[in-house]
C-alpha cells in the first residue's frame, strides 16, 4: 500500500477533489467514483477520478500498468476542444505535456502558422488566436475515431472576429495522447482561408 500518493488517500476520504496526482503524474479534476475496468486496461485501481464531461482516470495501486481507453482519449479531445469555445488558454496549455509539439500543414515561409509549434510556441498561437475574436472559437466535432493512442478528428469552426467577419473553417487533426495529456497535435486546415480573413 506504500506505493499509492498520499494524495491519492485525501481525495479517497473526501470524495471530490479540485485537483489529484494519478500514478501516472498527470493532475486532475473531478469526483472520486469506483473504477469500471475496460477491456484494455490492466493493473489495480482503488477508484479513478470522472471529470466533469465523463472521462475516467483510475487511481493505480502502480502494479502493472493502466493504459487510457480509447474513449478516455476520445473525451480528453472532447474538453480539448471545448477550451477553445471558452477562449480557455489555461485549459489549452494544461491539457498538453511539457514537450508536446503542434505542427500545421503549409510551408512556414509563406503562412506563419505553418510548421511545427512547441507547447510555448502554441500558448502563443492560441493567445494570438484568441484576442482576434469577440468570443471564443467555436470548434465542433463532427467525426472523432481512435485508435491505441491516437485519435483522428474531423473538425468545423465557427468565430466572429473584431472586426465582424464570420470565420468558418474545417480541419483534420491527428492527436497523440500521453498519460493522460496531449503530446502531439498535427493539424490541416485552408490556411489561405486564414489569411484572407486575418491578412
Known amino acids: 500500500m506504500g506505493a499509492v500518493p498520499e494524495v491519492d488517500w485525501m481525495a479517497r476520504r473526501q470524495n471530490t477533489v479540485r485537483s489529484v496526482s494519478l500514478h501516472t503524474g498527470v493532475s486532475r479534476r473531478g469526483t472520486i467514483v469506483p473504477w469500471t475496468p475496460t477491456p484494455d486496461s490492466t ?9 466533469p464531461r465523463g472521462a475516467q482516470f483510475p ?5 502493472g500498468k493502466t493504459t487510457m481507453s480509447t474513449e478516455d482519449n476520445k ?11 471558452t477562449s480557455n488558454l489555461d485549459g489549452l496549455i494544461d491539457a498538453m505535456t511539457e514537450d508536446a509539439t503542434w505542427w500545421v ?3 512556414p515561409n509563406l503562412f506563419s502558422s505553418a510548421g511545427t509549434k512547441t507547447k510555448a510556441e502554441a500558448a502563443s498561437m492560441f493567445r494570438n488566436m484568441f484576442s482576434a475574436y469577440t ?5 465542433k466535432i463532427i467525426n472523432m475515431v481512435g485508435e491505441g493512442d491516437s485519435v483522428a478528428a474531423e473538425v468545423r469552426s465557427r468565430a466572429t472576429t473584431k472586426l465582424g467577419k ?3 473553417n474545417e480541419y483534420f487533426f491527428l492527436f497523440k495522447i500521453r498519460d493522460g ?8 486546415t ?3 482561408y486564414v489569411q484572407e480573413t486575418f491578412g
Open 59 to 63: 487511481l493505480s495501486l502502480n502494479i
Open 105 to 107: 500543414n503549409g510551408k
Open 190 to 192: 485552408d490556411l489561405m
Open 43 to 51: 493493473g489495480q485501481a482503488l477508484g479513478c477520478i470522472r471529470s
Open 135 to 139: 468570443t471564443g472559437l467555436d470548434m
Open 75 to 85: 473525451q480528453i479531445v472532447r474538453e480539448f476542444c471545448d477550451h477553445f469555445r
Open 166 to 168: 464570420i470565420y468558418e
Open 181 to 188: 495529456k496531449i503530446a502531439i497535435v498535427r493539424e490541416y
